[in-house]
């Protein structure tokens, strides 16, 4: 597991005060590429110099407490299933404060070519990044 | 079923070139606050005089097609479910320039005191606008 | 001068409850690919086909009043000056539900290659829509 | 002086492939956001326990050199001028890649109780906060 902390920033709740619901996929997505900094340049060389990504083509959110400006968050990642091409990660959201869950997201991804947007298989480095750390 | 159409903006894609995958939650919820537009006042009535709102419980994003700027897309929305205090919501994102499902989404909500954040029955007039728009 | 009306978001506030600084540029550049509306293909054609944008150089804002979740602004853009390859553009930003004028922002861009992100030329067309326009 | 050092997230660019020019904006902040640590409870507190907030009243940005996805900025913050209610934060950002300056901010803020948006004094203790690093 890979833990990420951060902080609800100012601009991240919505007119009923609460953190947007759409936002919990963008802090999953920092914790993604939190994730992969034992690769060698981490998810930026990933992205910038091999040219391969990780598009979603599943999300499933559960939301079970809400976060507020002035929460910090800490969000436990792990690879609950690997695939050739595929993977599901595993992100639960836990409020600092207290150790309440706010949230669990399961994150399905396909290793693509970001040029073409073709899938294609996954590096051996990427899929030892991910085998390294297995849910449960 | 009740539709929004609007065009990707230029601040909306991501380094991968294509929508941001958190963004689709931010356009779901753009059409579910259109889905309400035959409401007394609509969405912000709703949530400004009344103070009733709806946090998501659960999320589930299929995402099948990019969306990239320049692309303008159509959301349809319907009412999957409806129980005593909670909704599904049923979203399908059509890529306008050549009819491509880009995504659907599901949205269980929960009819919700936003002073409190505990949820309440849901009010007939709103029970009767998810009730005029049920799924296929 | 060309108009733009569009509402608040629900996820456009911040932790004050009141549309978050930085949002002002965001609506702006909406505000400023409305006004190349009239050229062929719009903004969008000018940044997917033609490879040319106007990436900021410096930018003014005046907040005058606050805008929250309900509220509509309706943006007012001109062109306030016009060089050989920069240009500046001004947003008139009015509050829909009582004139108050909720910010002013004067946007200075300048004709750039996207590709190689070098400043080049305004072409002829470009030009005019800009000079269609003029503040004042 | 005040720093912040923060990477390019993957979400923050536009379809020009740079960070958006409203992002700017929420950088600041979030130095800004820094910038308090030092008072009791930092800019949290300051917020949610006070009630006291700063929100803008006018914003300079000179953009000088793009930010990409894979950079990282550290961002400079001072303040500038230090008035009854109103104070001037300066912003220099760094590119941490080669140490040019991508953008220079200068923020006007205006002490206000957040409850009724009214101006108010500057507590002694945020006075303090401002004047401990002045610009230059």
């Given amino acids: 597991m890979i833990a990420l902390e951060r902080a609800v920033r100012f601009e991240e709740v919505d007119a ?21 900094d034992d690769l060698d340049g981490g998810y930026v060389a990933l992205i910038n110099d091999r040219g391969i990504g ?3 083509v599943h999300v499933e959110v559960d939301y079970r407490a809400p976060l507020r400006f ?3 968050v800490r969000i436990e990642t ?6 050739n091409r595929s993977a599901v990660l595993s992100y639960r959201f836990v409020r600092a ?11 399905t991804v396909v290793t693509t070519h970001l040029a073409s947007l073709a899938s294609c298989d996954m ?8 085998a390294r750390h297995p849910l449960g």
Wanted: with cysteine; hydrophobic share 50%; net charge neutral.
């Fill in 97 to 107: 404060r207290d150790g309440v869950v706010a949230a669990e997201v399961r994150h």
């Fill in 78 to 83: 792990c690879c609950a299933r690997l695939g």
């Fill in 123 to 130: 590096p051996a480095d990427v899929r030892a990044a991910f």
């Fill in 70 to 72: 002035g929460d910090s």
């Fill in 16 to 36: 009923a005060g609460i953190v947007f619901f759409g936002r919990y996929l963008g802090y999953a997505h920092e914790a993604m590429e939190r994730f992969f």
């Fill in 54 to 56: 990780f598009p979603a």
